[in-house]
Every structure is written in structure tokens, then in C-alpha cells.
């Protein structure tokens, strides 16, 4: 009598259940990246079978689109979680241009690798949509960052707030070249950040 019933009660709602895979499912395109991971190791993560995961997704490109969605509304609560912390824009500019959250940002399993990897995948059928409108997203909560700077004085007033932020998300973007080819990757991370403080901070000095 009581097993039956403690089924029941752990049995998961269908938006459950799909916040779960999603969960997953980001887990392992961060780690692998899209074209890499499989519905298989998503199920696996769960300890479902690999028809659940299609049953409430369709298929791999759409789970992947829905990662992105999710993905990006988690990094907008990140991005502002900073904000707050930070105090002023220009000392989030700071924080975001580091080296070691531009390191973080593409370590396996991070976000940030999914965004890396959605700006190579805008002309993947079936998640290219899903691809433009996550890095333009991201793009766009940047602008929104610069803005906020201009009103409080801490960014260039001249500033184009949207060139800013593509100049901010292409550079954070290319770590992975600098990575692989500067003599000293590390010293010249420092050095981009400090020149790109200067370039759109109003004093022009990295605070």
C-alpha cells in the first residue's frame, strides 16, 4: 500500500521532468559541445531511457535550442548577480575582462561554452535560429551593461554602446585562439582587458 503511494508522490510533473533533462542537457553540450553530445548521455545523466529524452523534446537540435534559451536566461541572472556586486560598471568591465573569468568562461561545462559554441553553429540546421538569437541576446544584455555605465558616468559618453558590447563579446569570445598560439597567453589576457578599460571607461584608466 505505502510503495505504490511514494511513487505517486515522487512521480514528476511534465514541467519537471523537463527542467530536469534541460538541466541535463546542458551539463553535457557544455562539456561536449552540440555536435559532440548525445541523447544518450543525456539520458544516462538522469538515469531515464533515451525515448524520454525525445518524447519530451523532439529531437537533439530542439533540446539544444531550448539549452540555449536556458542558458542565456541564467546568464542574465548572472550577468546582473555581478552587477550588483560589482558596484560600478567599470569595475564590472573589470571583472568580465579578467583573465580568470575569461578562463572560466571557457572551461568544460561552463556557460560560457555554450555560447562559444552557439557563434559557430549559426548555420547548423535546426539549431541556427536558436544559436543567432542566444549570442545576439548576450550581445544585447552587454549593450544594456554600457548603457547603465554612460548614466552613471563610469563609460565613455561617446560610446556606441552596441559596438561596445560586440567588441566585449568578440574579444571574450577568441580566448580560445590567443590560447592557443601567444607565447604567454595569461600576461597578454591582462594586457587586452587593460587596453579595453581604457578604451571605454570614461577615465580611461582600468579601475
Do not use: C
Not at 535560429?129 to 542566444?134: C, H, I, L, T, V
Request: proline share 5%; net charge negative.
Amino acid at each position: 500500500m505505502d510503495a505504490p503511494a511514494a511513487r505517486r508522490r515522487t512521480r514528476m510533473r511534465p514541467e519537471e521532468r523537463r527542467e530536469s533533462i534541460l538541466a541535463a542537457a546542458t551539463e553535457v553540450f557544455a562539456e561536449t559541445g552540440y555536435r559532440a553530445g548525445k541523447m544518450s548521455a543525456v539520458a544516462a545523466r538522469l538515469g531515464v531511457s533515451e525515448p524520454v529524452v525525445f518524447q519530451n523534446f523532439g529531437s537533439k537540435a530542439a533540446l539544444f535550442a531550448a539549452v540555449l534559451d536556458r542558458a542565456t536566461a541564467l546568464a542574465r541572472e548572472a550577468l546582473g548577480e555581478m552587477s550588483r556586486q560589482a558596484g560600478p560598471v567599470s569595475a564590472l568591465l573589470a571583472g568580465l575582462l579578467s583573465a580568470d573569468h575569461v578562463e572560466h568562461l571557457h572551461a568544460p561545462g561552463s556557460l560560457g561554452m555554450l555560447f562559444a559554441d552557439a557563434a559557430v553553429l549559426t548555420d547548423e540546421p535546426g539549431v541556427a535560429d536558436a544559436a543567432r538569437r542566444a549570442v545576439r541576446t548576450m550581445a544585447g544584455l552587454l549593450a544594456e551593461v554600457l548603457r547603465r555605465g554612460q548614466a552613471e558616468g563610469s563609460v565613455r559618453a561617446d560610446l556606441d554602446p552596441d559596438a561596445g558590447a560586440w567588441w566585449l563579446l568578440s574579444l571574450m569570445a577568441a580566448r580560445p585562439f590567443r590560447a592557443a598560439v601567444a607565447e604567454d597567453p595569461r600576461a597578454l589576457e591582462e594586457d587586452l582587458a587593460a587596453l579595453t578599460l581604457r578604451a571605454l571607461t570614461a577615465s580611461g584608466e582600468t579601475p
